[in-house]
């Protein structure tokens, strides 16, 4: 075995390393910046977590990473665990990032001993090199042994792996300069007492800003999830368990109306005036605009886009309602069923979202907006994987998607239509739920873009309402 250097954090920062990640980084799902190796990589934080003693096997810390791009225009900075070891006893596969004489640089989450000791440390609600590790009331004693890991393997932005079948451990890879909305979020609804959330059991922070590193909460093995469940229903497989999904659909919309009153409740609500609306809608037309520049196929539905977004500063109290804390990015792939209920996950908002927006108070139209978009996205993932005659497969993925959205719908407003101001203005969220849609497919996954354009052509021609 190969000794490790007794300052691991002096050889992150090296040269080497910083090669490495500017290679590795763009590779990552995660990396918000383009596919080409980066110009610029610093290391400006290395935070140990576990030993570094001259004969420990390998040792890991979190380290902070700014990037630029290229053109040096956009930086960034992105949190990334990594281990260092003997390269004969590294992990394999694309996670190695540099090699360093003998030793190899690696990322982390593919090492269980790593993984575990982030585990047990936030059980044991430990604080060492800069990093607080904070465990929640009732977490139970640590694991004895080392767990088996495994990748969740669903995320865009973020990092998540099982331990034992017990744990998940989420990894924010940019961490702001406080605490996650996530994690704010997850504990306002708890002190609650929602049912709708998972059992929350430790956060990992940086000691001096108090950033969000990771949290760690409760596995669920037999919850399945809500993307997963709603693709396979539109395909209509067949499965008993699917032959109550109009009922399910509507428990979804029931629970997250229940969240929805949980976080008014304790997160503080706030009445809306005429300056949320304008708010709101120099919103919708800032992010339009932002998508115009990058996104050419949006130029021919900019005329409609800006009159909707623009007819919402003239919506009033008495028509919308009150704003407070939201989900901010709800879709389908961030729910569980269960045996007793549906379970809401994830509450940072949008990727692209600055932090202050994620934060603040918004409409729960919001997040109405971004679940009925998610119905239209599960039945074209559905039509994709069954092939029809042409022109079938869109006829039948619209007829399930407005199903769909009508019983989330009826049990969202526990029966109760909508009237003609809160109508108007969820119309004016999903035109921009769908603008923010093909403004991120365009950047992350272009095959995607024509769902949510599909959606604004349709939208646009049909009378609002």
């Given at each position: 075995?190969?000794?490790?250097?007794?300052?691991?954090?002096?050889?992150?920062?090296?040269?080497?390393?910083g090669?490495?990640?500017?290679?590795?980084?763009?590779?990552?799902?995660?990396?918000?910046?383009?596919?080409?190796?980066?110009?610029?990589?610093?290391?400006?934080?290395v935070?140990?977590?576990?030993?570094?003693?001259?004969?420990?096997a390998?040792?890991?810390?979190?380290?902070?990473?700014?990037?630029?791009?290229?053109?040096?225009?956009?930086?960034?900075?992105?949190?990334v665990?990594?281990?260092?070891?003997?390269?004969?006893?590294?992990?394999?596969?694309?996670?190695?990032?540099?090699?360093?004489?003998?030793?190899?640089?690696?990322?982390a989450l593919?090492?269980?001993?790593?993984?575990?000791?982030?585990?047990?440390?936030?059980?044991?609600g430990?604080?060492?090199?800069?990093?607080r590790?904070?465990p929640?009331?009732g977490?139970g004693?640590?694991?004895?042994?080392?767990?088996a890991?495994?990748?969740?393997?669903?995320?865009?932005s973020?990092?998540?792996?099982?331990?034992?079948?017990?744990?998940i451990?989420?990894?924010?890879?940019?961490?702001?300069?406080?605490?996650?909305?996530?994690?704010?979020?997850?504990?306002?609804?708890?002190?609650?007492g929602?049912?709708?959330?998972?059992?929350?059991?430790?956060?990992?922070?940086?000691?001096?800003?108090?950033?969000?590193?990771?949290?760690?909460?409760?596995?669920?093995?037999?919850?399945t999830?809500?993307?997963?469940?709603?693709?396979?229903?539109?395909?209509?497989?067949?499965?008993?368990?699917?032959?109550?999904?109009?009922?399910?659909?509507?428990?979804?919309?029931?629970?997250?109306?229940?969240?929805?009153?949980?976080?008014?409740?304790?997160?503080?609500?706030?009445?809306?005036?005429?300056?949320?609306?304008?708010?709101?809608?120099?919103?919708?037309?800032?992010?339009?605009?932002?998508?115009?520049?990058q996104?050419?196929?949006?130029?021919?539905?900019?005329?409609?886009?800006?009159?909707?977004?623009?007819?919402?500063?003239?919506?009033?109290?008495?028509?919308a309602?009150?704003?407070h804390p939201?989900?901010?990015?709800?879709?389908?792939?961030?729910?569980?069923?269960?045996?007793?209920?549906?379970?809401?996950?994830?509450?940072?908002?949008?990727p692209?979202a600055?932090?202050?927006e994620?934060?603040?108070?918004?409409?729960?139209?919001r997040?109405?907006?971004?679940?009925?978009?998610?119905?239209?996205?599960?039945?074209?993932?559905?039509?994709?994987?069954?092939?029809?005659?042409d022109?079938?497969?869109e006829?039948?993925?619209?007829?399930?998607?407005?199903?769909?959205?009508r019983?989330?719908l009826?049990?969202?407003?526990?029966?109760?239509?909508?009237?003609?101001?809160?109508?108007?203005?969820?119309?004016?969220?999903?035109?921009?739920?769908?603008?923010?849609?093909?403004?991120?497919?365009?950047?992350?996954r272009?095959?995607?873009?024509?769902?949510?354009?599909?959606a604004?052509?349709?939208e646009?021609a049909?009378?609002?309402g």
């Amino acid at each position: 075995m190969t000794a490790l250097p007794l300052s691991v954090a002096a050889m992150l920062r090296s040269t080497e390393v910083g090669r490495g990640l500017a290679t590795w980084l763009p590779k990552q799902r995660w990396f918000a910046g383009g596919s080409a190796p980066l110009t610029e990589v610093s290391v400006h934080g290395v935070h140990r977590f576990a030993s570094s003693a001259p004969d420990a096997a390998s040792t890991g810390a979190f380290v902070l990473v700014r990037a630029r791009d290229g053109g040096g225009a956009d930086e960034a900075t992105y949190l990334v665990p990594l281990g260092v070891r003997d390269a004969a006893g590294a992990p394999a596969g694309d996670g190695v990032v540099a090699h360093v004489g003998a030793l190899a640089v690696y990322d982390a989450l593919d090492d269980p001993a790593l993984v575990n000791a982030l585990i047990r440390h936030t059980v044991q609600g430990r604080a060492m090199d800069g990093v607080r590790y904070r465990p929640e009331s009732g977490v139970g004693a640590p694991p004895g042994t080392d767990l088996a890991v495994r990748p969740l393997g669903t995320e865009q932005s973020n990092s998540s792996v099982v331990a034992g079948e017990e744990y998940i451990l989420k990894l924010f890879r940019r961490p702001g300069s406080g605490p996650s909305t996530d994690l704010t979020v997850h504990r306002l609804l708890r002190d609650a007492g929602s049912p709708h959330v998972t059992p929350l059991l430790g956060a990992v922070e940086d000691a001096a800003t108090g950033a969000t590193f990771a949290t760690i909460q409760r596995y669920l093995p037999d919850a399945t999830d809500g993307w997963a469940f709603a693709v396979a229903a539109a395909q209509g497989d067949g499965d008993p368990s699917h032959r109550d999904f109009p009922e399910q659909i509507r428990h979804l919309g029931a629970a997250v109306a229940a969240v929805h009153r949980d976080l008014a409740g304790s997160g503080g609500r706030v009445v809306m005036g005429p300056d949320d609306y304008l708010r709101m809608s120099e919103g919708f037309l800032r992010r339009l605009e932002r998508a115009l520049k990058q996104c050419a196929q949006l130029e021919p539905l900019a005329a409609p886009l800006r009159e909707t977004f623009a007819s919402v500063a003239a919506l009033r109290p008495a028509e919308a309602g009150i704003a407070h804390p939201i989900h901010g990015d709800l879709h389908l792939g961030q729910t569980l069923r269960t045996g007793t209920g549906w379970l809401l996950l994830d509450f940072e908002g949008e990727p692209l979202a600055d932090p202050a927006e994620r934060a603040g108070r918004h409409s729960p139209l919001r997040d109405v907006a971004g679940m009925l978009r998610s119905f239209d996205y599960a039945a074209h993932q559905a039509a994709a994987e069954q092939p029809a005659p042409d022109g079938v497969e869109e006829d039948r993925a619209r007829c399930w998607a407005l199903r769909t959205r009508r019983e989330f719908l009826q049990g969202y407003t526990a029966g109760r239509p909508l009237d003609s101001g809160p109508r108007a203005l969820l119309r004016a969220c999903e035109l921009d739920k769908a603008v923010y849609e093909v403004l991120y497919e365009t950047q992350h996954r272009p095959l995607w873009a024509w769902i949510p354009l599909g959606a604004l052509q349709q939208e646009l021609a049909a009378a609002p309402g």
